[in-house]
């Protein structure tokens, strides 16, 4: 028998981490397990974390990353992140995802 992930339109996986460097040692595998069933490529959902990954890495405190499937796509929210970095970075963003929105509370990166 093998793992399953099954796809649940509209679930929002939620995690809470300490810091921003355990939430970096995770994210890219919480954007395959969640993307897994969305229909995403695998190279979508590895670019997707590698821009997680990246607005994750000034974060020294507690971040919090929300995950929200939907078919044939995947919103990552992130908080907190710089928002200035991300503005500066947001073309080498945009190279790796289909979204990118500074909210008040952080960023959503959008894949599909």
């Given at each position: ?70 078919a044939g796509g995947l919103t990552v929210a992130a908080e907190p992140v ?31």
């Open positions: 028998m093998g793992a399953r992930v099954r796809h649940v339109p509209g679930n929002t996986v939620t995690g809470r981490f300490s810091s921003g460097r355990l939430a970096r040692a995770v994210g890219s595998e919480l954007v395959l397990a969640v993307g897994a069933g969305t229909g995403l490529a695998i190279d979508r959902l590895e670019e997707l974390g590698i821009a997680l990954d990246m607005v994750l890495a000034p974060a020294d405190g507690e971040a919090v990353v929300s995950l929200t499937p939907a710089a928002a200035g970095w991300v503005e500066r970075n947001r073309q080498l963003l945009c190279s790796l995802v289909d979204g990118v929105e500074i909210t008040t509370r952080g960023v959503e990166l959008r894949a599909g």
